[in-house]
């Protein structure tokens, strides 16, 4: 149980454009979600926090209108990159909390999305 | 505001022998605390956790972490360690909004 997709796992795409990624929870509904991105050799940062049905909270620092977060249903949150540039190729985890599975303690974390922008 | 330090960057071990991995944190309140592996190219899987209770916490895949308050540490173990267990290693703190430690990579060496 507690499972949580990603699609895609990975994606290049040209300057300029924008990306979508979505996070899935496969088997349990999931009342908050976050998205947290890695630089190569580093540890994970978080974006941003998402309940279900509200507006998203970013960290110090994450441009709202850069990285977009939807998160529509208990078992889906996307996020977009938007006008993406190299400097936003990096590998982008979601995770996925329940207060019913697991608890509102534990996060169970996607496979993450490596993009990388030409 | 909460922090984790994973003192040791990179671990080397060679299979059958015992491992440790440090972890320390800073936080206001009872912590949460957690340990996650990662291989290359991967998510992160959850190894254990601790809230509260006993302060020895059991694993999956054969580790443990021990909760010392007077240390501020939750140091990971593992008494026999498999070729399989190389991977990088994360301790997190907090529930609302997680910290990583920076990560340990673990290599084992046959």
């Known amino acids: 149980g507690a499972v949580v997709s990603q699609h895609p796992s990975r994606v290049i795409c040209k300057s300029g454009t924008s990306v979508k990624i979505e996070c899935r929870s496969l088997?349990?509904?999931?009342?908050?979600m976050f998205w947290y991105r890695q630089f190569p050799k580093q540890s994970l940062m978080l974006m941003a926090t998402?309940?279900?049905?509200?507006?998203?909270?970013?960290e110090q620092g994450v441009e709202k209108d850069k990285f977009l977060i939807n998160h529509a249903s208990l078992t889906l949150s996307t996020l977009t990159v938007t006008s993406a540039h190299p400097e936003d190729s990096s590998f982008y985890i979601c995770?996925?909390?329940?207060?019913?599975?697991?608890?509102?303690?534990?996060?169970?974390f996607g496979p993450g999305t490596r993009l990388t922008v030409l | 505001a909460q922090s984790v330090t994973q003192p040791d960057i990179h671990i080397t071990v060679s299979e059958g022998a015992s491992l440790e991995l440090r972890c320390n944190y800073s936080?206001?309140?009872?912590?949460?605390l957690f340990w996650y592996v990662q291989s290359p190219g991967q998510g992160l899987q959850l190894l254990l956790k601790?809230?509260?209770?006993?302060?020895l916490v059991q694993g999956i895949k054969g580790f443990e972490a021990e909760f010392k308050r007077s240390q501020s540490s939750f140091n990971l173990r593992k008494p026999s360690v498999h070729w399989s267990d190389a991977a990088e290693y994360f301790c997190a703190v907090g529930a609302n909004d997680m910290r990583f430690g920076a990560g340990t990579r673990l290599t084992v060496k046959p």
């Open positions: 998402s309940n279900e049905g509200s507006k998203a909270t970013y």
């Open positions: 601790y809230f509260s209770g006993d302060t």
């Open positions: 995770s996925a909390r329940s207060p019913v599975t697991g608890g509102m303690d534990t996060q169970y």
């Open positions: 936080y206001g309140a009872t912590p949460y």
């Open positions: 088997d349990f509904q999931a009342t908050t």
